[in-house]
């Protein structure tokens, strides 16, 4: 037998490095008394109400397909939210994919609009799957570095440098994974300007929306002559703490959801009805639950930031989602080296920027979705740590 040939991966495939998160989470498994600052997961449960509308949906025996675009009452809830939420009229009928999870949906627009040598503008640091997703679909990543931008933002200028003929798409992601980091108006117009100027896509991952502190969420297709150039990506995942049920949207132009749906409907077929069932109930019901618990990672990111700060790790407060992302240059360590010195010694998590893109090598993400009693301890383990 020639194993060689016989197990052969893609070329696309074999090159493409494993995601940094799950790396790094490898050498926490097996290690007790552990507090992890890591994984990007809130640390709540669903709250009961939407639990109990999948319970009911089992009960009542919707264990079925449904349609390849998801059930009609789900995608008219979300073209209720969008409407009334972040002021977009989407038709459910053909603007409005139900997908599993945003996860998909980037994978979807990215096999739906690239074709091979086609250039994505991505600016890192950004979530880790982004870079892999052009590449699966033949797409050339555009990397816009934003390391030493303040706030680490993305300006209309650095975007408008990386554009060239090829051009296809630039992704944008805010409130930020990994920095938190998001935007006025002001500065998602001069964004937008350059979006038009040069006829290019944006494919606006806005899956931590319900979690802004300090400015209000502005949607990117909100905004003047922006919903037919932008495909908008949003899920439960985070606000509502829905993780597991892995269910999302895409909302777009006609032609580019429908093609999102052609690949979907060969891969996916539909979102799990359960989980359409429980997204129903969040978008009815959930804002209450979703409010309290932005409440509560804003209480945390104040002290995490300000225990960072103080022990010497320079961070700026993020604007949202639930993470700080800190530099560790002080120490003379870089974020690996922090990482997982900090992880044998003091036995707290944090993933190494690193994992993020390939400037992250003085920083540390670390997700405030924990107690707040494991980020007080997790901050007293930091500052016994840098004061060795
Ligand atoms: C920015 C960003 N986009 C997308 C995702 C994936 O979300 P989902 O659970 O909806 O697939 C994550 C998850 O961490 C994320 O941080």
């Given at each position: 037998m020639n194993k060689n040939k016989l197990h052969k991966i893609s070329t696309l495939v074999d090159e493409l490095p494993p995601s940094g998160i799950r790396a790094f989470f490898d050498l926490v498994l097996g290690m007790d008394d552990v507090i992890s600052l890591?994984?990007?997961?809130?640390?709540?449960?669903?709250?009961w109400h939407i639990r109990e509308a999948a319970v009911y949906a089992l009960e009542k025996g919707y264990t079925s397909y449904t349609s390849n675009r998801g059930m009609k009452s789900l995608l008219e809830q979300i073209a209720i939210f969008t409407k009334k939420e972040r002021k977009i009229g989407y038709n459910p009928e053909n603007e409005i994919l139900v997908t599993v999870g945003v996860s998909e949906a980037m994978d979807l627009v990215m096999r739906a609009i690239l074709d091979s040598g086609d250039e994505v503008i991505i600016p890192e640091p950004c979530y880790v799957s982004y870079t892999p997703t052009v590449k699966l679909a033949g797409g050339i990543p555009v990397i816009l570095p934003t390391w030493e931008l303040p706030g680490f933002k993305v300006t209309a200028e650095a975007i408008e440098k990386l554009i060239?003929?090829?051009?296809r798409a630039i992704v944008l992601n805010y409130?930020?994974?990994?920095?938190?980091a998001s935007y006025t108006k002001k500065e998602l117009e001069s964004i937008a300007e350059v979006i038009k100027r040069n006829d290019v896509l944006l494919i606006s991952d806005e899956i931590y929306d319900h979690l802004s502190y300090d400015i209000p969420h502005i949607a990117m297709p909100a905004m003047s002559e922006m919903k037919d150039r932008t495909v908008y990506l949003n899920g439960f995942s985070k606000g509502h703490a829905m993780?597991?049920?892995r269910i999302g949207y895409a909302c777009g132009p006609e032609r580019i959801i429908s093609a999102m749906t052609k690949i979907h409907q060969y891969?996916?077929?539909?979102?799990p009805i359960v989980s359409q069932m429980a997204a129903i109930e969040a978008l009815k019901n959930g804002m209450p639950e979703v409010k309290k618990m932005a409440r509560e990672y804003n209480h945390r990111r104040r002290l995490l930031v300000a225990g960072l700060n103080d022990c010497g790790l320079k961070c700026h407060l993020p604007e949202g989602a639930f993470y700080a992302f800190a530099s560790v240059e002080s120490t003379g360590m870089t974020g690996m080296e922090f990482a997982t010195k900090l992880l044998k010694q003091e036995k707290v998590a944090v993933v190494p920027g690193e994992a993020f893109g390939s400037?992250?090598?003085k920083f540390i993400r670390l997700a405030y979705a924990a107690s707040l009693s494991d980020i007080e301890e997790a901050v007293r383990r930091i500052k016994s740590f840098v004061k060795k």
């Open positions: 890591g994984v990007g997961e809130p640390d709540f449960v669903t709250p060239t003929s090829k051009t409130p930020s994974n990994p920095t938190g993780t597991g049920f891969t996916m077929l539909c979102a400037g992250g090598g």
